[in-house]
């Protein structure tokens, strides 16, 4: 994916992620289609004792880190935690201080504060994939997540 950036306004790199926890907490693992006109990565890994929304987050950061330049890109994810977080809920979180709206602390932090700087990077617009439904890059994802579980 390292020539991605050079497309300029041709095909966004599209990414499709998943996470997966065996219990919740437990061991997880998160997975990552990446795909730029011919061109695909596949990115899996995990952590032994985790919460799915930790891996559903993990997935759309290392994707994003996986890109060596400034790309536009288009993430489909699962999860209406991260594609909410991004879009409605971490702007107010930054102003705040990373407190929620009842000046609680968010939930995995460190990990949408790794986000946020990965996000910082691209062009990046969401698409909302519904679960289990069938969607071959969705699928792919889970695979490649559950695969990333640790033993």
């Known amino acids: 994916m390292a020539d991605a950036g050079r497309q300029g306004a041709a095909a966004p790199v599209e990414v499709y992620t998943d996470g997966a ?25 995990g952590e032994p004792g985790t919460t799915n929304n930790r891996m559903e987050l993990m997935a759309v950061i290392q994707a994003l880190e996986a890109l060596t330049r400034p790309s536009r890109v288009v993430v489909h994810v699962d999860s209406r935690y991260v594609q909410d977080g991004v879009e409605r809920w971490m702007p107010r979180w930054k102003r705040n201080g990373w407190q929620t709206r009842e000046r609680k602390p968010v939930k ?44």
């Not at 062009?123 to 559950?146: T, Y």
Request: glycine content about 14%; aromatic content about 8%; charged content about 30%.
């Open 108 to 151: 995995n932090r460190d990990l949408w504060e790794r986000l946020d700087r990965a996000l910082a990077r691209h062009q990046v617009s969401w698409r909302w994939i519904k679960g289990h439904s069938g969607h071959p890059e969705n699928e792919r994802a889970d695979r490649l997540a559950n695969r990333g579980v640790p033993k």
């Open 21 to 45: 926890c065996k219990g919740n907490p437990g061991p997880g693992g998160w997975g990552a289609l990446l795909r730029w006109g011919p061109h695909e990565k596949e990115l899996r890994g």
